[in-house]
């Protein structure tokens, strides 16, 4: 099984709107219900972040299920992706990893039409093994 089909990235706008409901750990890359990014191209633009976050990613082997590690993109006012980084980690071999995949991926621009809904905020990505046993 290659290591991506066995991780989950979950991909959540942070501060999006006060109405969005908590974030699910899915291992999909929606946004919230209710989000501004809840919308065919807030979806599109999350599915390709996800997509070429997952790419370059490269599970380390035998971590447990309970290791996860976050990841944050910034946005700036314009909705331009900043330098994307890991806030929290429960395990430097995964912490490690993600920072490879952070140098690895290509991120997508952010589409016109999203720029002034994302701008000032960041997508939050929860990476971990959800083949692992528990």
Known sequence: MAARAAAALLLAVLC???SAKP??????????????????????????????????WVLPAGLEADQRAELIIPY?????????????DTNAALRLSVEKAIEGAELPPTPDELRACIAGKGISGVFRNTEATR
């Open 16 to 18: 999006s709107c006060a």
């Open 23 to 56: 974030q699910r750990e899915s291992g999909s890359a929606d946004p919230p219900e209710n989000s501004c990014l809840d919308n065919p191209a807030g979806r599109a633009y999350m599915q390709e972040v996800w997509r070429a976050l997952q790419d370059a």
């Open 76 to 88: 700036d006012g314009a909705g331009n992706p900043g330098e994307p980084y890991v806030a929290r």
